[in-house]
């Protein structure tokens, strides 16, 4: 069912993004809006969302960076947001799975492959999905998880942990079997992991720690170090190392800074042999990208493994595949999750706590543009939520 097929149930708020008139537009704004109500049909449910989670991917979108999203869905306005908890309120023909009243998980995966995996998100780039920036949204009931009613997590909790920790999920379930392959437990008995990124790759490095492996993850903030610490990971700061993070152009004209970078690339790489006992990091988590990527390949041991379900512009990298197939290096790339490991990813954090410390600010929906302002200006939590429906 579509956005055009309406009910006689009245109309909606919502924050809605509209496509750019060019394929150059720059970043946009939400814009106020009144949608109509969707009838759930065959296979669907219509929810109220309680509370979303700001992602990475709803920045993408307002910048328009890959790509303006509403033009490549060809709509002319879109609802984004993917990562939340919804309360049922109508059930559509033939669905068992929930009752009216639960309370559930997204899981936004709009289009999947043949086995399941994930093609395309709801709430981003699946056409005709709405997502969570509305007051009411019609979804497909296998996009939702039901949430134990005496679960040990929160609800904003569980909107973190929906997209984040199901992708962190996914990825260090491959990364980690692709790497013992090659490495078992003689060869290695711990795993050395370590990551840069945000929210996913602390996921998965808590993921990993508890797992049993040696974890370091590298920020360049003061609070993000903090929440690292909190998370029982090695926080190893970014600052100590000036001019670490590659800017080709810049290191092309500039003299000095092509010095800092060089003398920073020593240090950190120096810092990677002292904690790893010579060893070189086993598997590193890269959600960065190029700023960092010939870094990451450095630090890699042999037969060490770089993992990645995320990007920031520019979307590409280059490496030596000579020199990747002499260090057997393995390069895991994963988008999201199917559904089992949803599944799984639930049922682990009820087991032993594995969840997101969620900012002790939760934004209104009055508020989301003052939310999105600060995303974009980098003075967001890792895991900051917003409130849609106050439950």
């Known amino acids: 069912m579509t956005e055009q ?41 219509l929810v109220a969302p309680l509370f979303g989670s700001w992602e990475g991917n709803m ?24 990562a939340g908890v919804v309360r049922v309120l109508e059930l559509g023909p033939g669905v068992e799975q929930l009752a009216v009243g639960d309370l559930a998980m997204t899981f ?15 709430g981003f780039d699946a056409p005709h999905q709405p997502g969570l920036l509305a007051t009411r949204v019609t979804m497909q009931v296998d996009q939702l998880i039901r949430i134990p009613p005496d679960s040990r997590l929160t609800p904003t909790q569980w909107a ?35 990551g840069w990124g945000g929210g996913t790759t602390l996921a998965e490095l808590d993921l990993a720690r508890r797992e049993g492996c040696e974890v370091v993850m590298i920020s360049g903030s ?25 800017d080709a152009e810049r290191a092309e004209a500039d003299a000095e800074y092509r010095r800092a970078h060089g003398k920073a690339t020593r240090e950190f ?30 630090a890699l041991a042999r037969q060490g493994v770089i ?6 512009s520019p979307t590409q990298v280059s490496h030596s595949r000579a020199q990747e197939c002499i260090l057997r290096h393995q390069h895991i790339y994963t988008h999201y999750a199917r559904r089992s490991q949803g599944l799984a990813a639930m049922a682990f954090a009820e087991r032993t706590g594995w969840a997101p410390e969620v900012a002790t600010k939760v934004y209104t929906f009055d508020e989301i543009p003052e939310l999105a302002r600060a995303y974009a200006e980098g003075d967001t939590h890792y895991f900051t939520c917003f409130s849609i429906n106050q439950d």
């Open 307 to 312: 993992a990645t379900a995320g990007w920031k």
């Open 59 to 82: 920045g993408h979108a307002l910048a328009r960076e890959p790509v303006d999203v509403a033009r490549l869905r060809r709509e002319k306005a879109i609802v984004i947001g993917n």
């Open 222 to 246: 003061e609070r993000n170090l903090a929440v690292i610490e909190r998370a029982s990971i090695q926080p190893l700061d970014r600052r100590r190392f000036p001019g670490l993070l590659y």
């Open 5 to 45: 097929q309406t009910s006689p149930r009245g109309e909606c708020d919502a924050w809605v993004l509209h496509a750019g008139k060019t394929r150059n537009d720059g970043p946009t704004s939400l814009v106020r809006a009144a949608l109509p109500v969707v009838a759930p049909g065959p296979g669907e449910v």
């Open 108 to 122: 936004p995966s709009g289009l999947q492959d043949e086995v399941g995996y994930m093609v395309k998100a709801r």
């Open 160 to 194: 973190a942990f929906s997209v984040r920790f199901v992708t962190a999920w996914s990825n260090w379930e491959l990364a980690k079997a692709v790497f013992r392959l090659q490495m078992n437990e003689a060869d290695r008995p711990v795993i050395r992991a370590w």
């Open 269 to 298: 790489l120096a810092t990677v042999r002292e904690l790893t006992h010579d060893c070189g990091v086993d598997i590193f988590l890269d959600y960065v990208g190029e700023p960092v990527y010939a870094l990451t390949l450095k």
